[in-house]
């Protein structure tokens, strides 16, 4: 027998983020693997004491690593992306009730923090692994003895 669902009512829901991102989630390990705090550092001195406040430089890197990971290559298109993606909302810390970075207001910080951070953050990234690495031999080296 056939079901219809006309006119069905939308609930009101007290959820979170946290709830509904999988456990098991690539984002979730990424974002445990991963401290991205050294960026505050590394751009304070790009930011001005005066005017508006800016988009949170860590949003903005992160940003353009799930553009990196997912072959997102259009800021509108991420902007779009991460306004419906719960995964993306997660990891960006942007609650389902908090608007996306605006794609033309996140330009010029993209331009600023891209030329100062990619070579910093590819360091950063490739001294954890080099260490996760060794780690590991240090671990195999002992089990062999």
Request: net charge positive; charged share 25%.
């Amino acid at each position: 027998m056939m079901t219809r669902r006309d006119g069905v009512q939308q609930k009101m829901l007290c959820v979170t983020l946290e709830s509904l991102m999988p456990q098991e989630h690539f984002l979730r390990r990424l974002d445990g693997l991963m401290d991205f705090s050294f960026i505050y550092q590394r751009v304070e001195s790009l930011y001005s004491r005066r005017g508006r406040p800016s988009i949170d430089p860590v949003v903005v890197v992160k940003m353009l690593l799930l553009g990196y990971l997912y072959g997102i290559d259009s800021e509108r298109r991420l902007e779009q992306e991460v306004r419906v993606n719960i995964a993306y909302r997660w990891f960006l810390g942007i609650d389902l009730d908090e608007p996306v970075p605006d794609h033309s207001t996140s330009r010029a910080p993209l331009v600023i923090i891209k030329r100062s951070l990619y070579t910093t953050f590819l360091f950063y990234m490739f001294a954890r692994q080099r260490s996760i690495n060794s780690r590991r031999k240090h671990r195999a080296a002992m089990l062999t003895r």
